[in-house]
T-cell receptor, first 114, second 114 residues
Framework: AQKVTQAQTEISVVEKEDVTLDCVYE???????LFWYKQPPSGELVFLIR??????QNEISGRYSWNFQKSTSSFNFTITASQVVDSAVYFC???????????FGQGTTLQVKP | EPEVTQTPSHQVTQMGQEVILRCVPI?????FYWYRQILGQKVEFLVS????????KSEIFDDQFSVERPDGSNFTLKIRSTKLEDSAMYFC????????????FGQGTRLTVV
């Protein structure tokens, strides 16, 4: 069975703090893909990053960085110097290699206060 | 940039009525999906559609639900007799040939059953 767990339901930080959103996944597949999506208050799902199971390199994009560790089945997301506009629900998700079906975690609501 | 388009953005319907949610996926994509998000909860897979037939469906996708791709461009989700618990945000998504590339999501249709 496949599963994505985001243990943090809600996180509140003050602007300019760094924050890490945790994601742990379960799968028996050797080929899979991991994603992060942002859902702002307007409701749409905004793609942030995709990582395949063979690529454990960490990635940085501006204030965003991702740490993928197969040994712990984790794909954590860090926002450096958070801003109020980062306030949203963030979802981690998993795709099996052959189906394209996304399995989402429960989401983490991030509130960044000025 | 091509995008997935969903209409309407918000629909209110009486319990027991039929509703059709419409989606125009990206034109050269091959895999199509519907997901549901009850307010405050995670995004859940409903159904996937490939080669003009359902390839997978979840336990949520019971006989009240159906999908169609009537004309090669639109992709619809029909709920035959809506219930209060069908109130949710419904997302359409499409994927190009490589399923691991991740889904391109529409902006969602918020369905309210009263």
């Amino acid at each position: 069975a496949q599963k994505v767990t985001q243990a943090q339901t809600e996180i509140s930080v003050v602007e300019k703090e760094d924050v890490t959103l945790d994601c742990v996944y379960e799968t028996r597949d050797t080929t899979y893909y991991l994603f992060w999506y942002k859902q702002p208050p307007s409701g749409e799902l905004v793609f942030l990053i995709r990582r395949n199971s063979f690529d454990e390199q960490n990635e940085i994009s501006g204030r965003y960085s991702w740490n993928f560790q197969k040994s712990t089945s984790s794909f954590n997301f860090t926002i450096t110097a958070s801003q109020v506009v980062d306030s949203a629900v963030y979802f981690c998700a998993l795709i099996r290699g052959d189906t394209g079906k996304l399995i989402f975690g429960q989401g983490t609501t991030l509130q960044v206060k000025p | 940039e091509p995008e997935v388009t969903q209409t309407p953005s918000h629909q209110v319907t009486q319990m027991g009525q039929e509703v059709i949610l419409r989606c125009v996926p990206i034109s050269n994509h091959l895999y199509f999906y519907w997901y549901r998000q009850i307010l405050g909860q995670k995004v859940e897979f409903l159904v996937s559609f490939y080669n003009n037939e359902i390839s997978e469906k979840s336990e949520i996708f019971d006989d009240q639900f159906s999908v169609e791709r009537p004309d090669g461009s639109n992709f619809t989700l029909k709920i035959r007799s809506t219930k209060l618990e069908d109130s949710a945000m419904y997302f359409c998504a499409s994927i190009p040939k490589g399923t691991g590339r991740g889904a391109f999501f529409g902006q969602g249709t918020r369905l309210t059953v009263v």
